[in-house]
């Protein structure tokens, strides 16, 4: 991406649980659902990572649900440019006491301009992993170390684990 150039980015988040007693949750805004174009979202609060300001945070929009099944976590993503750019779109999983305990990224992904593109993580929580979890996703210029911060939001969702 080019400085100067900011690209708008819209998150959906799809929290999907093949575990048992997982639950997600959220608040949502009529407005932002409208601006977004989409339905059934939880806003995304804006926020710093490390004390670097987001340099085209933008507005983002999670979609989050839970499925009981078979002991996995299922986080789907899907994410949309308002400009033709290149992005790494991170994706992480924190307990309840902060630690980061799954992250997965993708790196350079191309957008087109008004372009939807989808991601799966998935994490298989160790046993007795009991508790509340947070889903923070990123997206940043690509680059050796990651470049420039675009978006980020360090609650995309919550769930929890019996």
Do not use: C
């Not at 608040?27 to 806003?43: C, D, K, P, W, Y």
């Not at 994706?91 to 191309?110: A, C, K, L, M, T």
């Amino acid at each position: 991406m080019v400085l100067g150039r900011r690209a708008l980015f819209v998150i959906s988040l799809a929290l999907l649980s093949l575990g048992a007693g997982v639950a997600a949750t959220g608040s949502t805004s009529e407005e932002a659902h409208a601006q977004a174009g989409l339905t059934n979202r939880i806003v995304l609060s804006n926020v710093v990572r490390d004390g670097t300001n987001p340099v085209a945070q933008g507005s983002f929009s999670v979609e989050a649900m839970a499925f009981n099944a078979s002991g996995n976590v299922e986080v789907s993503l899907g994410v949309r440019s308002t400009a033709s750019t290149v992005a790494v779109v991170d994706v992480e999983i924190y307990d309840s006491i902060g630690r980061r305990v799954n992250q997965q990224w993708f790196d350079n992904v191309p957008f087109g301009a008004g372009q939807n593109k989808s991601f799966t993580v998935k994490w298989s929580p160790p046993p007795g992993a009991s508790g509340i979890y947070t889903v923070s996703v990123g997206l940043f210029e690509p680059g050796a170390y990651w470049g420039l911060l675009l978006h980020w939001t360090s609650r995309a969702t919550t769930f929890s684990l019996p």
